[in-house]
């Protein structure tokens, strides 16, 4: 067995990876395995992850299963991978049902199965259970800047929270943050003593539309901090239904946004996340798929802002937006939003604006509860379009624009 040779061949599959040549770190991972003359756990799991990334959700599991035989893992980190890549197929029962096989209580099995509750529609559990893990874990998504800032006060533990001060830090990514705004409301009827702490201009936005709410001040005494995904548990409001248009765009923002976009019919388009997601590469949309659609209708306007690219035919405004004020009137003042996953579209969702929204099978939270071409029961405005297979656009793409008024 010439083991430099294997060593060599390993190491240049890997680069391959790394550099997105899935195909070519497929094809070196197979001369390994000619070389080698038998299956080896590592040739199998490497294959599985290749096969994700070329979009072939069903070769992935065989590879994985393969994998799994042979070293007879139960850990939560590969049980997860497992499940992970039957969700990638549409599998999602299947999905759940390796997720609740994991044999010990983490974080990352209570994290898991909460998306499945959500799914179902199940959403007192769900918010339970995902809280359930976040225990397990110690975990917090709240970036270390926002810790770093956290009050010394406690934080909140199911105390009762009429009259007492808070200080509620956003948690998660931006889409996140707007998410579970529409508790705010909520919260400041059980206290009118509410100051919001984040790293980003959501806060302005929030403020604005509600008033009472205060910007956090590092001098100020709390009796507790809460993050704001444990919003629902603290106020026992569970149901996220019927919250379409909880936030609305700063007037004076329109105005100013109406002196620089073009007249006519325009479409906003954000077509990619936030790069530093892991799995941001399986909703990356192809913009000539909603280019070829929306040109003859009307103006494209580019609200991605997460990427630098501009294709032809996208009017690029992004140098212009300096915050959510900006972004939030630019996308009130489209007459349709089409984005991928992201904080665009829960943003344009938390506005009212009218939307389509293009996913992944196993697709977010939010979106995950409501079957393909139905309205979101997060956001009645947006209108969700899941792909059948993972990463193929141009079928789902295609059928949405037969529903959809220009």
Partial sequence: MNLDAIQASDRLAC?????????QSLEQNYRTL???GHVTASISKNSAACYSRMFEPHQAISWFTKYLDITGSQTAEDLRQHAGYHAQAGLLDQAQDIVASVPHACFEKYHDLSLHLFRKCQWQQAFETL????????????????????????????QALANKKICLVGECGLGDELIFARWIPQLLQETQQVFYLTDNSLVDVFCHNWPLLGIHDPHQ???FWLPTMDLPLALRSYDPQGQGGYIQ???DYQDKWRQVLPPGKLFAVNWTGSQNYSENYFRNIDINLLVKYLAPHGTLINVCMETPDNPPGVIDIRPFIKSWQDTLAVLSLCNRVFSSCSSVAHAAGAIGQATSVYMRPDDYFTWNSTPSGHSCLWHSS???WRTKKIGHWQDIIDESFKHTSL
């Fill in 34 to 36: 000619a070389i080698l």
């Fill in 131 to 158: 809280s359930l893990g976040k225990q397990l874990g110690n975990n917090l998504w709240i970036g270390e800047n926002r810790w770093h800032q956290l009050p010394t006060c406690a934080r909140w533990q199911g």
């Fill in 15 to 23: 680069e391959h990876y790394q550099q997105g040549r899935f195909l």
């Fill in 382 to 384: 947006a209108t969700v």
């Fill in 221 to 223: 005494q709390y009796d």
């Fill in 249 to 251: 765009p700063h007037a």
